[in-house]
């Protein structure tokens, strides 16, 4: 009899490891659609986004050839010199809390751009290389913005894949 429970037990966990497989591998392909897919969550636009903060080159220019992006360079202003991602809005890292304390009608003031929203999935920050754009989605998320994003690709990859 103990050796059926064993068995049954390891046939159990086998399944269980399984399953998790076929799972996570399910989930890398999102092959029914983002209604379906644990990987990616619909946006308010119809857009996937990844759950996890970060937003892809394709993603980004999805979201910039709809015009449903609210992107925030948050680099220093004399690193803008040397180009920047058109349609992006300076703030630089040090100012990022200071300017999402704002009320709307101070950020518009000082931004000449409306001030994010709380739930809104469109707000992408980046930077040179994504590590400051990282600090300041978590600064954002530690305000509320639970939906914002940052591409983590940076001015760096965006001028090596898009050299206009």
Partial sequence: MNTVMHLRSDVCALVALLLLCVSAHSDDQCDNGADNCNKWTETSHNRPLNTDGEV????????MSTGSIQLFDVREPDELEAGFIPGAT???????EQALRLNPDQFRERYSVPKPGIEDSDFVLYCQRGIRSLTALETARDLGYSKACHYAGGYNEWIELDPQ
Avoid: W
Avoid at 57 to 62: A, D, H
Avoid at 90 to 96: A, E, R, T
């Fill in 56 to 63: 892809t080159y394709e993603q980004l220019k999805i979201m």
């Fill in 90 to 96: 300076n703030i630089p890292l040090g100012d990022v």
